[in-house]
C-alpha cells in the first residue's frame, strides 16, 4: 500500500544541451536579448532583471542571466546550453514555471533558427511528510543491511538506471530531508534524449516520471 506524501518544499534544476557549442549565439547579443525580454515579459521579466556576465572572460563564462518570478528562477544562457534554477517550486506555480522555461528554449531558437539540442536533463527535489510511517522505517525499505560502524542515526540511498525509452539515463535519491524536519528527501534526476523528445511535451513528460517515480517507490503524493 502507497504511503501519502505531503511535499511541503520543492526546487527543480533544469538543464537543455546543444548539440555542438554555437559560437553565433552572442554574435548579435542584442537580438538575442530582444527575443528573451518578448518571451519572457508575459512572464514578468523586466529589464533590470537580464544581465550580460563575463565572468573571468573565457567562452565558458560568457552567458546571459535573467531572474523570474521574483528571483525564484535563475536563467543562464550559454555557448552550449541553457540553465535553469529553481530554488522553491509552489505547487500551483508548477504551470507558470514550466510555460516560462519552454518560452526560454523558443526566444533561443527563434534567435538561432539552426540550433539542436542534444538533450534535455531534469532533477526535481521534493521535501515533503510521510503519513503513519518514519522516514527512519520507510527508507529502511531500502537499506536492509547496513554497515555495523556506530549506532545509525539514519539512512540514505542512490538508485542509477541506464537507457529506457527515451531516457539517456535517470537516478533516484531518497534521505532523510536536511531542509524540513522530519521530512523525506526525494531527488529524482532524468536525461532525455532531445532527438526522441518534443519540446512542447518536456512538462508532461517530467510530470509522468516524476509520478512513475514515486509510484515505483510506494509514495502516492497527497492532494
Known amino acids: 500500500m502507497a504511503v501519502k506524501f505531503s511535499v511541503t518544499k520543492a526546487d527543480l534544476t533544469f538543464e537543455a544541451g546543444f548539440g555542438q557549442p554555437e559560437f ?3 554574435r548579435d547579443t542584442p537580438g538575442l536579448l530582444r527575443h528573451l525580454f518578448k518571451r519572457l515579459e508575459p512572464h ?16 565558458a563564462d560568457f552567458h546571459v542571466l535573467c531572474y523570474l518570478f521574483n528571483f525564484v528562477m535563475t536563467v543562464r544562457v550559454r555557448i552550449d546550453r541553457i540553465e535553469v534554477f529553481c530554488t522553491d517550486l509552489p505547487r500551483d506555480y508548477v504551470q507558470k514555471f514550466s510555460a516560462a522555461i ?49 549506532s545509525p542515526t539514519g539512512n540514505g540511498v542512490v538508485f542509477y538506471f541506464g537507457p529506457e525509452g527515451d531516457r539517456l539515463l535517470s ?23 532531445a532527438k526522441k523528445v518534443e519540446i512542447k511535451n518536456l512538462a508532461s513528460i517530467a510530470e509522468e516520471f516524476i509520478r512513475h517515480v514515486l509510484n515505483q517507490i510506494g509514495l502516492e503524493l497527497s492532494q
Do not use: C, W
Open 24 to 26: 553565433a549565439l552572442f
Open 44 to 59: 514578468g521579466i523586466r529589464l533590470v532583471d537580464m544581465k550580460i556576465e563575463r565572468g573571468s572572460g573565457s567562452a
Open 102 to 150: 519552454l518560452d526560454t528554449l523558443a526566444a533561443v531558437q527563434a534567435h538561432l533558427p539552426d540550433l539542436s539540442f542534444r538533450s534535455h536533463a531534469l532533477a526535481v527535489g521534493l521535501h515533503g511528510l510521510l503519513e503513519g510511517e518514519t522516514v527512519r522505517h520507510y527508507i529502511s525499505r531500502f537499506v536492509p543491511n547496513a554497515p555495523k560502524i556506530g
Open 171 to 193: 537516478a533516484i535519491t531518497l534521505d532523510m530531508s536536511a531542509m524540513v524536519p522530519d521530512a523525506l528527501y526525494v531527488r529524482t534526476h532524468v536525461i532525455l534524449d
